[in-house]
């Protein structure tokens, strides 16, 4: 194969002006920083339709670009009923868990436990955190990588080692500021390359062929209501079923963007809370049709390689079509230039606005909630800035060694959430009972949250290996309630009790 593999000059060309755009924001962003809160929290003076676009950018991530790309190709269009219950759960997350973290100033969502709970409570959950974080955004950057191994043939350690260091240079330096507004660029440039994508394969196909194929082959189900005829488990164990996705969607979103400081740290750079509120609502009305182009664009492929059959479509040593790999091999072999190279900077973008902000959620959170209250506790500004740096290059590393290890998995999609959900559950029944109760301490939130977790890990260990016929969904489900219920138990300290609100 050439150098560039498949690559013309225009492609090259193209993605030349997207790493000159991002390096460019990078350098911009990075240059004012003078203190922690301005790397953590951009000195709360981002534009709300930035922390819009960052937020829709990382939700999305390379899960959405080639996974869920894969899910139109091999299922149909149910994956949409996660996102329906998702707008419910924001609306939430609004109204609750941004007035509660606006009005303390905290520069991490679990600095606020710390203030309503205390410091064993804190530092429990920012090590739920951080295990978990690194490892599902090591399952995003590892697909991502995939797809240009595919594309390009070159060693998947390669693009392993690509994608982390260009995210360590510009995250390193510009911290929160330069994941925002770089995630602005490649949330444009991933979803352009989407639909230039199916707008491509409509023209050649004909649009009319792509929807009567997929109708033929039962792809265009949306809302699935009731169980499929002859299925084996209960309803409440189908996940694909509109009830259980919904709940799903709902419990899942308050997790991921009122508990988890990837997602949450940008919500918290807004100047005041409205802002911030726009964005997360807003985020979910705009992310639907987002998903919906991804999933089109899988049936379009569908389409194609029906009408098609000399193309050869990536499959495994057992001859099985591997769904996840489907996008970047269309692009590699049927995408004239140009539009290659612009699909190959969306597959980069997509993986960039995944791994970028996990490095800095994970360096922000280990040195504001671990590093600054049990190591250095009144050191310099300049020195916890220069700690955070350090963080997002030692983060960085961690997760390509683990991404490097679960490289042969073979659906990311479903394992990504179901790996979420196995921390979510805990971090969310925590933050549940500090935002709505006036119960729990820091004695009761450590049997909570150690025993929450191990029975979450139980069941998706169970739900993996076949153990139980469960659907994944219910993890998170269980996992907060059972959470809440142990918190509960534990009285708050009198002090506490009567001067604490629900929304403190």
Known sequence: MPLFGPFALVDLLVL??????????AWRMGKPERDSEDF??????????AVLLSVMATEISAVTFLAVTGTGFESNLTYLQFG??????????????????YATRCLTVYGYLAIRFGETTRYTATGVFLISRLVAAAIRLSLAAIGFHVLLDIPFLWTLGA???????????????AVIWTDVVQAVVFIG?????FLWIGAEIGFGNIFSTAGESDKLTLLRLAPEAGASQPWWNDAGLFYLAFVNGFVMIIASLGTDQDLTQRLLTCKRVGEAQRSVILSGVFGIPVAALFLLVGLAIYAYARLHPEWLLPVNAEGVVQSSQVFAAFIRDVLPAGLRGLLVAGIFASAMSSIDSAMSALASSAMSDLYRPLIRRNASERHYLGVARIGVAVFGILLLLI???VRDTPNFLW?????????????????????TTRRGNDRWNLAAMASGLLLSTILFTAIRMEWIGLAWPWIVIIGTSWTFAIGFLGKAPAACAETDSPHS
């Open 163 to 177: 994608f982390t260091l260009v995210a360590i240079a510009y995250t390193s330096w510009g911290g929160i500021k």
């Open 16 to 25: 030349g002006l997207y790493f000159a755009a991002i390096g460019g924001i």
């Open 40 to 49: 953590i929290v951009g000195g709360r003076q981002v534009p709300w339709p």
């Open 84 to 101: 329906i219950g998702s707008i419910a759960g924001r609306v939430v997350v609004a109204i609750i868990f941004l007035r509660a973290y």
């Open 193 to 197: 390359g989407g639909l230039a994508a």
């Open 403 to 405: 991404a490097w290890s």
């Open 415 to 435: 394992l990504a959430l179901g790996v979420a959900g196995i921390p979510a559950g805990t971090l969310l029944g925590i933050f549940l009972l500090g935002l």
